[in-house]
């Protein structure tokens, strides 16, 4: 069973920086993306940022030119950097491991379990 484990979330002022942290169980080389996503109360959970296993990067527009995705082998893990936060940021954010299906094993879609990131004066 994969275990991903978020840290670095928490209480920021508009226009401050967090940098979000995700640790995975295994080898992430075994997987064939990662990324982050986030759910504000009462709306869906979306897309922020992902990296496939080739290193290619997608960000959601409303992040472009704030977040950076990254990841680091050696750990087993992957970071979220988030600059020029806005209130509008808030939600809890989850870090998801995925991989592909490969004849006969099936896909698999993992989560961890959150961390909070609330920007307020």
Do not use: H
Not at 30 to 36: A, C, I, Q, R
Not at 84 to 111: G, M, Q
């Amino acid at each position: 069973q994969v275990q991903l484990v978020e840290s670095g979330g928490g209480l920021v002022q508009p226009g401050g920086s967090l940098n979000l942290a995700c640790t995975a169980s295994r080898n992430i080389s075994t997987f064939n993306g990662m990324g982050w996503y986030r759910q504000a109360p009462g709306k869906e959970r979306d897309k922020v940022a992902t990296i496939t296993k080739s290193g290619t990067t997608s960000y959601a527009d409303s992040v472009k030119g704030r977040f950076t995705i990254s990841r680091d082998k050696a750990k087993n893990a992957v970071y979220l950097q988030m600059n020029s936060l806005e209130p509008e940021d808030t939600a809890v954010y989850y870090c998801n491991a995925y991989t592909l299906p490969l004849y006969p094993l099936p896909a698999n879609d993992y989560w961890g379990q959150g961390t909070q990131v609330t920007v307020s004066s």
